[in-house]
C-alpha cells in the first residue's frame, strides 16, 4: 500500500489547526492515560492502523498495562476498567458512530463522573482523534 498524500506538507496551516486541539487537549483537566483510551478506542473502530500503533505507544509509555489495551475492545466485558473509564468508552463509542446518536444515559452517565468542563473536553477529545483518523486512513499514512 502507498501513501496518498501527505497533508502536513500540502496543507500545514490546516495541519497545525488540527495539531492546535491536541495541544489543548494535553493541557485538560482530562488525565493523560484517559485520552489515551479514548484515542486508542476510536481508532479500533476505525480500523485506524497508525493511530492504533502510535497511541499504543503512547499509552504504554504513560504506564498503560498491556492487559488493559489487549482488553480495550472488549472493555464492557472486564473488570479491569473503572466505572469512571467506562462511561468515557461508552461516550467514545457514541460519538463515534454518530449515526447510531449519544443516548441520554450514555451521556447523563458520563455527566455524573465529570464537570461540565470537563465533558466538553472530553467530547472534543473523541472528535479530534475521529478526524485524526479519518486523515489517517483516506490519506493512507503508513505504519513502518
Not at 45 to 65: P, V, Y
Not at 95 to 106: M, R
Request: hydrophobic share 45%.
Amino acid at each position: 500500500m502507498k501513501s496518498r498524500i501527505d497533508i502536513q506538507k500540502v496543507e500545514p496551516a490546516a495541519y497545525q489547526a488540527m495539531y492546535a486541539l491536541e495541544k489543548y487537549l494535553s493541557s485538560s483537566k482530562i488525565e493523560p492515560i484517559l485520552l489515551e483510551l479514548i484515542k486508542m478506542r476510536a481508532s479500533q473502530l476505525n480500523g485506524c492502523a497508525f493511530c492504533l500503533n502510535m497511541h499504543s505507544a503512547d499509552a504504554r509509555k504513560i504506564g498503560e498495562t498491556e492487559q488493559r489495551l489487549y482488553l480495550l475492545n472488549a472493555w464492557t466485558e472486564t473488570t479491569l476498567f473503572t466505572a469512571r473509564e467506562k462511561a468515557v468508552l461508552a461516550l467514545t463509542e457514541a460519538v463515534t458512530h454518530i449515526g447510531n446518536h449519544v443516548s441520554d444515559e450514555i451521556y447523563n452517565n458520563v455527566a455524573s463522573f465529570f464537570e461540565e468542563k470537563e465533558v466538553a473536553q472530553l467530547i472534543i477529545a473523541i472528535a479530534t482523534i475521529n478526524a485524526w483518523n479519518r486523515i489517517a486512513i483516506t490519506s493512507r499514512l503508513i505504519v513502518s
